[in-house]
């Protein structure tokens, strides 16, 4: 989208161009420039143009700019939007918790959490549960964290997923391996063995997309 407003109706030539400079070095650094750097790229003659112009785009709207910053300029048009995700129970890591039937959790959630659009990739329907348990702490996710799921029925071998154990009516949150005649449910905890189970004993209720650390 390109942006043309200005006290005049329009942008001058020298704002656009500095203004189509910083899109370029954002989608190809994802990180804003410095003045020199649009100095440089605009073959602008002195950093009080940089300055000038700055301004102007800052006063419009355009860009949010912090001085004293070496690259504190933002683009406007990429501030990330926030979306609100469910929290919809609790999940094990560690022994699976028995749970009363296959909807392992609650539909109505307990708590809603907002987060940046980009956590979730565009993924629809994601949802968040509470870990409960250690037996994924070598993958940096500890009691009382936050997993991210996409709710999937299919994964890749060694996805980290919600998995549902139908005899034994329990879920849990292990990473998955499809091997010989079984599956195999694997911590990531040195002081924890796998579990092994039968195919047809397993339902995938979602895969790991994204974890937010409980800060203690």
Do not use: H
Request: aromatic share 4%.
């Amino acid at each position: 989208m390109r942006v043309s407003l200005s006290k005049a109706g329009a942008l001058s030539g020298r704002q656009q161009q500095i203004l189509d400079f910083i899109r370029d070095f954002f989608a190809k650094t994802d990180r804003p420039p410095t003045v020199r750097d649009i100095l440089r790229g605009c073959d602008i003659s002195s950093t009080s143009v940089v300055d000038y112009n700055l301004n102007i785009l800052d006063k419009l709207g355009i860009i949010r700019r912090s001085p004293e910053v070496s690259r504190g300029i933002e683009l406007v048009e990429r501030r990330k939007r926030g979306i609100q995700i469910p929290v919809l129970g609790k999940i094990a890591a560690g022994d699976p918790i028995p749970v009363p039937g296959a909807d392992t959790w609650n539909e109505t959630p307990q708590d809603t959490i907002d987060l940046p659009d980009d956590l979730t990739g565009g993924r629809e329907g994601v949802y968040a549960l509470q870990v409960k348990g250690t037996s994924m702490i070598d993958a940096f996710i500890d009691d009382g964290d936050i997993v991210l799921m996409e709710p999937v029925k299919n994964i890749n071998n060694g996805d980290m997923a919600a998995v549902w154990l139908k005899d034994e009516k329990e879920v849990t949150l292990k990473r998955v391996y499809r091997e010989k005649q079984r599956i195999r449910l694997q911590p990531a905890n040195t002081q924890m063995k796998p579990i092994y189970t039968k195919p047809g004993n397993v339902e995938i209720q979602g895969r790991v997309v994204g974890v937010i650390r409980r800060v203690t």
